[in-house]
C-alpha cells in the first residue's frame, strides 16, 4: 500500500505521480486490481517489520538532510509565507534502533509524528468512548492528546477537541486509474481497493471536473453504476470549456487527491489529499486544508461572523429550535467563503442536502461528512469577497427583488388575541406618527389553529382591519404553518379532504398518510416536491384571499416541525431512520421533532428532502401570490436552504429579549447577506422573555438597519411595539424608524443590485476592506452598500459605543463633521437617542424625506448628500421603477441614475429612463468635504442660493430640478 502523506496546505508532495493539465495525457488507462473484499475492521495492512523498517530508515534520512532531495517531487507554492501550515514531522527524542522492535511499536511512533492540528477523526460518532483497541480495529492512530494547555480541548471520542482517534499516514483511500478529455475539463475511474469500516461502500467512482467559467469550478464525484439522490434545484449548464480559468487543477492518483491553486499566486484553495475519501451508501468524507483560518457562511448556526476553526463542528438538518449555539438550526447552507493571505478570497459550495457535519480544526482545515446523496461541489474564484458571493449566487439564483412594503417597518406579536386589539396597536402607532407598514398576525387569527380559517368569535372584524390597512396604504401579512389537520370531520374541511383526495401529503413507509402533531393536533405534512401540491396550496391560498385579503406570506415550522418523533405511529426500525453515522444533529435523531426520515415524498424520500423543505413551500407560496395578487410576492420563511432567495426573505427565529441575542443578530444578518438571502433581520426587541426598555430601544436602532425590520414577540409577554415606552424612548424609537425611512431610496438600490448582480445588502466591512486584517472578525458593525458605516450600541448602561474605522476618511451622517482614521477603533459618543451612522468618502447617498408609509416617503423629493474624497470626487446611483409590478428590471420598466461629482461639479447621468422616474423631484444636495468656502453656485449654469458651515458642508436647496432630466450643479 503507497504511504498516504500528510501534505502541508501549499507545499502538496505525492507518493506517486501527480497529474497536472499540462502534464496529463489526452487519454490514460491504468490497469486495476480486482477489488479486495475483506473489510478493513480486522486488518493492518502496513504493520510489517519492513514497515518499520522504511520507517526508521525515512526519519534517518531526514536527520541527514536528505529530505532536501526529495524536493524535485514537492508542489512549488508560497509555502513560506503561510502562517498556518502544519509543521513537519520531527523525530521521536528516542528513535528506536533494534531490527525487532514491533510493528505495532513502529507504527504507533509515525502516529506520534503526525501534529496534533492535523490530526483528521477517525471515530466521529458521538456518545461513544473510544478505546485503543476500537480505534485500531478501523486501522486508525489512538494517541492521546498531549499534556500540554491544548489538551483540554482534547477528547477521546466524537466531538469537539484534538481526536485521539485519526487517520495514519497509510490508510488506504481510492486511487486515479484513468482519465479522459471531456469537453468541459476531465473524467476520471476512481477505484478503493478494500472496504472501509463503514457498510455500503462504493467501491468504483467516477469523478468528473468542470472548468465551467473562469472562476467557477465544479466538480462530481458519482457512482457510475447506481444514481444517488441529487439536488432538485436548477443550477447553470457550461456549455464550453473555461477559456482561460483563474485556477490550475492538480490530480494525485494513489491515494486520489484533489488541488486546486489559484493561478495568480499560487495559493492552495482546496487540497483533499490530506485524509482519505470515504463514499459508502450512507456515508461520504472528504477533507480539505484552508489557505487560512478566516472562514464565514456554513448556517445556519447562532455564533461569531467569523467561525471558529479550533476544533469546531457544525451540523445541517433543519431543526425548529430557539436560536442556540452548537445546535442545528433551522436551515441548512453547505457554502463557505474563506480569506487567503493578501486580501483574496473564494468560496466553496458543497450541493447536498442530506445531514451533515462541517468539522473546522485549526491546522487549518475542514472535513465534510454527508449521510447521503452525492459530492458536488463547487470552487469559487473570487477574486474579492463580494465577486465570490456574486457567484456564489450565480449558481444558485439571484434574490428576488423584494415590493416595496417589504423595506418598511413590520409589526406582529403572538398573542393579540383579537382583531380589535390587533387594530388598536394599529391606531396608536397612527396617533404617535410612528411609522409602520405593515402589520402581521401570528396563529391566534385560526379557529383552532387551522390552516385556511378565520376564529370568527375573536377576528370576525379582521376582513375590516385589512380593509383600513389598505386605505392607509399598509399591508396585511399572516401566519401559515404546513401541519394540516387530520382530525376535523370528514367533509367539514376542505383543505385537508382535497389534499386527501388529490395525494398531496407526504406518506409513511407503508405508503399511509403520515401524521404527526403540530398546533391544530394531529397533523398531515404537504408534499412540497410535488407540483399537485402547489396548484392545491394555489386553491387554498385563493379561497382564503377571498375571505380575508392579505398581502403576503409568513410560513413557519416548515423545517417541517413536529411535537412528536416522527409519527403517531413511530418509525420503521432501520438504516434510514438509524443511519452508521449520524451528524451531531440535536436529539441525536434524524426524526427529532420532525417526520420520519423513510416517509415518503414525489421525489425522493425525506432521508434526502428534509432541509429541502421551507425552500419548497417557499417556492409554492411566492408562485401563488403571484397569481393572487399580481404583484412581486412577499414571503418571509424560518427554514431555508440554497436559492431560497428566490423566492422568501427569513428571519432569524425565535430569539430572546436579551443583550446577547441583540449581537448576535448581526452575524445573522450578515451570513444570510452571503448566503444570497438579503431580506433577513431578527424579531426586533426579541421574541421570548420580558423586553427592558432600554434594550428594546437599542434594538430599534440596530433594527432600522436590518434588511428587513419586524418588531414581534411571544404569548404572555409584555407588549414591545414602541407606543408602549415613555416617551423618551418611544422619541428614540420613531426618530430610528424615520432614519430607516429617509434612507429608502439606498436601500432600494442596494436590493436592486443585489437581485441583478448578487450584491451583499447589508455588508461586513472585510468586503470593502479585505486587505485589512482588522477588519475580518467585526460583527458589531457592519455597511448598507459599501459607504453607509452603522455603528450600534450593544451593552447596557452607555452612553458610549466603540467602533473600527477603516483607513480613510469618514463623515458623521448626521453632521457632516470628518473624521479621518488610520484604521484605528474610536469611541463615539451615543445618547439613548442616536445610532451612530457614517458615510465613506467617495459616496453620493439619494435620501427622501420620511413619512409614515413608504407610499408616501418614497414620493417625495430627493436630497443627495455627497461624501467627498480629498480629490473632491464621489459617486452614486439610483435604481426606481413601480415599487411593485414583476420583473420591472427584465422587461426594462425602471430608471437609472448616476450621480457623480470630480472637479467642483455635481452631474447625473440618466442611463435607463421610465415614468416613474418623472414623478420625483431633486430638491437639494449637501456636500460634505468641501474645503472651502464658495462665492457661488451654479445649477444647470443658473446661479443658485447655498449655505456653508465651519464643518465644511456645503448645502444647496430649493432646486426643483426633475429625476428623469440630467442636470449639473457646481461651485467655485
Known amino acids: ?48 517489520v519492513t514497515k518499520g523498517l522504511l520507517v526508521i530508515g525515512c526519519l534517518l534520512l531526514l536527520l541527514c538532510g536528505g ?64 478505546t485503543r483497541e476500537m480505534c485500531e480495529a478501523r486501522n486508525c492512530c489512538f494517541v492521546p492528546a498531549s499534556s500540554s494547555a491544548s489538551s483540554s480541548a482534547s477528547r477521546p471520542s466524537g466531538g469537539n477537541g484534538i481526536p485521539w482517534c485519526f487517520y495514519p499516514p497509510d490508510f488506504p483511500s481510492y486511487s486515479l486509474v484513468s482519465m479522459n478529455d471531456t469537453s468541459l475539463g476531465q473524467k476520471g475511474t476512481l477505484v478503493r481497493e478494500r472496504k472501509t469500516y463503514y457498510p455500503g461502500d462504493i ?48 490530480l494525485s492518483k494513489e491515494p486520489f487527491g484533489l488541488i486546486v ?10 487540497n483533499t ?67 487567503e493571505d493578501g486580501g483574496n478570497a473564494h468560496g466553496f459550495f458543497l450541493l447536498n442536502s442530506n445531514a451533515m457535519d462541517v468539522a473546522l480544526q485549526p491546522a487549518p482545515a475542514l472535513t465534510w461528512r454527508s449521510i447521503g446523496g452525492i459530492l458536488d461541489f463547487y470552487v469559487f474564484l473570487g477574486p474579492d469577497p463580494g465577486s465570490v458571493i ?13 415590493i416595496y412594503w417589504a423595506l418598511g417597518y413590520h409589526l406582529c406579536r403572538w398573542g393579540y388575541k383579537t382583531s380589535d386589539s390587533t387594530w388598536e396597536v394599529v391606531k396608536q402607532m397612527r396617533n404617535y406618527g410612528m411609522p409602520q407598514d405593515v402589520q402581521w398576525n401570528d396563529i391566534d387569527y385560526m379557529d383552532q389553529y387551522l390552516d385556511f380559517t378565520l376564529d370568527s368569535t375573536n377576528f370576525g372584524t379582521l376582513p375590516d382591519l385589512v380593509k383600513d390597512l389598505h386605505a392607509h396604504d399598509q399591508r396585511y401579512v399572516m401566519i401559515l404553518d404546513p401541519g394540516i389537520s387530520s382530525t376535523q370531520p370528514e367533509g367539514s374541511y376542505w383543505p385537508f379532504d382535497e ?92 426524526r427529532g421533532k420532525t417526520i420520519c426520515a423513510t416517509a415518503q415524498q414525489k421525489q425522493s424520500i425525506h432521508y434526502n428532502m428534509h432541509s429541502l423543505y421551507g425552500l419548497m413551500e417557499a417556492k409554492a407560496s411566492a408562485s401563488a401570490l403571484k397569481r393572487i395578487v399580481s404583484k412581486r410576492p412577499f414571503v418571509i420563511s424560518r427554514s431555508t436552504f440554497p436559492s431560497q432567495g428566490m423566492y422568501s426573505g427569513h428571519w432569524l427565529g425565535d430569539n430572546r429579549s436579551q443583550w446577547k441575542d441583540l449581537y448576535s443578530s448581526i452575524s445573522g444578518m450578515l451570513t444570510f447577506n452571503l448566503l444570497g438571502i438579503p431580506l433577513v433581520g431578527a424579531d426586533i426587541c426579541g421574541f421570548s422573555e420580558e423586553p427592558q426598555e432600554e434594550l428594546c430601544v437599542r434594538w430599534t436602532q440596530l433594527g432600522a438597519f436590518y434588511p428587513f425590520t419586524r418588531n414581534h414577540n411571544s404569548i404572555g409577554m409584555q407588549p414591545q411595539d414602541p407606543t408602549v415606552f415613555s416617551p423618551l424612548s418611544r422619541t428614540a424609537m420613531k426618530q430610528a424608524l424615520l432614519l430607516r425611512y429617509s434612507l429608502f431610496p439606498v436601500l432600494y438600490t442596494l436590493f436592486h443590485h443585489a437581485h441583478a448582480h448578487g450584491h451583499t445588502v447589508a455588508r461586513p466591512l472585510m468586503f470593502e476592506f479585505p486587505k485589512d486584517l482588522g477588519t475580518y472578525g467585526i460583527d458589531k458593525q457592519f455597511l448598507w452598500g459599501k459607504s453607509l458605516l452603522v ?69 417625495q423629493p430627493l436630497h443627495l448628500v455627497s461624501a467627498l474624497s480629498d480629490d473632491g470626487s464621489a459617486a452614486g446611483d439610483l435604481f426606481w421603477d413601480d415599487g411593485e409590478s414583476i420583473d420591472t428590471f427584465e422587461s426594462d420598466s425602471y430608471s437609472f441614475l448616476l450621480f457623480s461629482v470630480t472637479q467642483m461639479v455635481m452631474t447625473s447621468q440618466v442611463l435607463h429612463s421610465d415614468i416613474e422616474a418623472t414623478y420625483i423631484t431633486v430638491e437639494s444636495a449637501s456636500f460634505y468635504g468641501v474645503k472651502e468656502k464658495p462665492s457661488r453656485v451654479m445649477v444647470n449654469s443658473q446661479e443658485a442660493t447655498f449655505t456653508y458651515r465651519a464643518n465644511q458642508v456645503l448645502t444647496v436647496s430649493d432646486l426643483g430640478l426633475n429625476l428623469s432630466q440630467n442636470f449639473t450643479i457646481s461651485w467655485m
Open 499 to 590: 389534499g386527501l383526495k388529490r395525494g398531496v401529503f407526504i406518506k409513511d413507509a407503508e405508503g399511509k398518510t403520515l401524521i404527526g402533531k403540530v398546533w391544530p393536533g394531529l397533523t398531515a405534512y404537504p408534499d412540497f416536491s410535488d407540483n399537485v401540491t402547489h396548484e392545491w396550496w394555489y386553491e387554498n391560498l385563493q379561497r382564503f384571499h377571498d375571505q380575508v385579503p392579505f398581502d403576503g406570506l409568513w410560513i413557519d415550522m416548515n423545517e417541517p416541525s413536529n411535537f412528536l418523533d416522527g409519527s403517531t405511529n413511530g418509525c420503521p426500525s432501520n438504516s434510514l431512520e438509524n443511519p452508521p453515522y449520524t451528524p451531531g444533529v440535536l436529539g441525536g435523531l434524524l
Open 67 to 130: 529530505w532536501l532531495l526529495c524536493t524535485m517531487f514537492w508542489l512549488h507554492g508560497p509555502s513560506n509565507r503561510d502562517p498556518h501550515r502544519p509543521l513537519p514531522p520531527t523525530p521521536a527524542q528516542k528513535p528506536p534502533t533494534a531490527v525487532n522492535d514491533t510493528a505495532a511499536a513502529s507504527r504507533r511512533e509515525a502516529c506520534g509524528l503526525i501534529p496534533e492540528a492535523w490530526r483528521f477523526d477517525c471515530y466521529p460518532e458521538r456518545g461513544v468512548v473510544v
Open 273 to 339: 489529499t490530506v485524509a482519505p475519501l470515504f463514499y459508502a451508501d450512507q456515508f461520504l468524507q472528504f477533507s480539505t486544508s484552508l489557505p487560512s483560518q478566516f472562514i464565514y457562511g456554513l448556517g445556519e448556526h447562532r455564533s461569531s461572523f467569523l467561525h471558529d476553526v479550533h476544533w469546531n463542528t457544525l451540523t445541517m438538518w433543519a431543526r425548529d429550535v430557539p436560536p442556540t449555539e452548537q445546535t442545528n438550526l433551522y436551515g441548512a447552507h453547505p457554502f463557505y467563503l474563506a480569506m
Open 203 to 250: 467501491l468504483t467512482l467516477e469523478v468528473e471536473i468542470r472548468h465551467e467559467t473562469d472562476t467557477r469550478l465544479r466538480v462530481r464525484i458519482t457512482d457510475p453504476s447506481d444514481a444517488r439522490f441529487e439536488v432538485p434545484i436548477s443550477v447553470p449548464t457550461a456549455s464550453k470549456k473555461a477559456a482561460s480559468p483563474d485556477y490550475v487543477v492538480e
Open 261 to 270: 491553486k489559484r493561478r495568480s499566486t499560487g495559493a492552495v484553495l482546496l
Open 791 to 859: 455603528t450600534p450600541v450593544l451593552d447596557p448602561g452607555v452612553d458610549y459605543v466603540d467602533g473600527y474605522f477603516p483607513q480613510g476618511q469618514w463623515y458623521d451622517y448626521y453632521t457632516g463633521d470628518s473624521l479621518r482614521s488610520k484604521g484605528e477603533e474610536v469611541r463615539l459618543q451615543a445618547p439613548l437617542d442616536k445610532i451612530n451612522l457614517h458615510i465613506r468618502e467617495g459616496t453620493i447617498l439619494p435620501t427622501q424625506a420620511a413619512n409614515l408609509t413608504l407610499w408616501v416617503s418614497s414620493g
Open 1 to 48: 500500500m503507497v504511504s498516504y502523506q500528510l501534505l502541508n496546505p501549499e507545499d502538496v508532495q505525492f507518493s506517486r505521480a501527480v497529474l497536472t493539465e499540462e502534464q496529463r495525457p489526452v487519454q490514460e488507462e491504468i490497469p486495476v486490481q480486482d477489488p479486495e473484499e475483506a473489510s478493513l475492521l480486522p486488518r493492518f495492512a502496513s504493520c510489517s
Open 390 to 402: 456574486e457567484q456564489y449566487v450565480e449558481v444558485i439564483g439571484f434574490p428576488a427583488m423584494p
